[in-house]
């Protein structure tokens, strides 16, 4: 087990809490990172790119011209993808880019994603970050307090007055335990762990 510091909202100590060695210190492989993070990446494309082919596009069921006597070449459409205005030969459709990582590789890429925070020391968890209010200044004198910028945050449960305060604030995200993905927590430079999040998190990857 690995003692971390546990601060309150002025960024004062207040407590010590024991991480699970199974989770904040395994050796990281940056193959397995890579590979879960290309993954979540190509989940998130659209791949609605789309053209129409001959038999799509609006006309072309007259022939233009007679066959002979024009000296032009013979033309039978005017949807032939030679012609301007025409089809598309072989152009691309909708389509989904998603694939799937295998469940276990999910789990310990998650695993070593916080794992390489904590050995950064850019891992910081906090009691309660519970705001009286909406107020975007009360966030960012918190954020200040604790020396973080780019901060990826973790809760427990739905903290309405967090999320709204923090959401006009550049390089902030605010996720719930449940939608913790190894891609976020690459992405800021800090992460914040609530501390009645640290179990929830130890259970979903422990069992």
Not at 25 to 32: A, T
Not at 60 to 72: M, N
Not at 170 to 184: A, F, I, Q, S, T
Request: aromatic residues 6%.
């Amino acid at each position: 087990m690995a003692l971390q510091d546990v601060y309150n909202v002025d960024g004062i100590k207040v407590s010590q809490i024991d991480l699970a060695d199974e989770i904040f210190n395994i050796p990281i492989k940056q193959h397995v990172l890579h590979e879960v993070v290309t993954m979540q990446l190509a989940n998130k494309r659209v791949g609605t790119a789309s053209t129409k082919g001959r038999s799509e596009v609006r006309g072309g069921g007259q022939k233009p011209y007679r066959q002979k006597g024009t000296g032009r070449a013979r033309a039978g459409s005017r949807s032939s993808p030679l012609w301007r205005g025409g089809g598309v030969v072989f152009g691309p459709g909708p389509r989904s880019y998603a694939y799937k990582v295998p469940k276990k590789v999910r789990r310990q890429a998650l695993k070593m994603a916080l794992t390489s925070k904590l050995q950064k020391k850019a891992l910081i968890v906090v009691d309660k970050l519970d705001l009286e209010s909406v107020k975007t200044k009360r966030f960012v004198e918190i954020m200040r307090a604790l020396k973080t910028r780019e901060v990826l945050i973790v809760t427990e449960g739905k903290l309405e007055n967090l999320e709204l305060s923090s959401r006009n604030v550049p390089r902030v995200k605010v996720v719930r335990w449940e939608g913790l993905n190894v891609y976020d927590i690459l992405r800021f430079k800090h992460l914040v762990l609530l501390e009645s999040s640290v179990g929830q998190l130890e259970g979903r990857l422990l069992s």
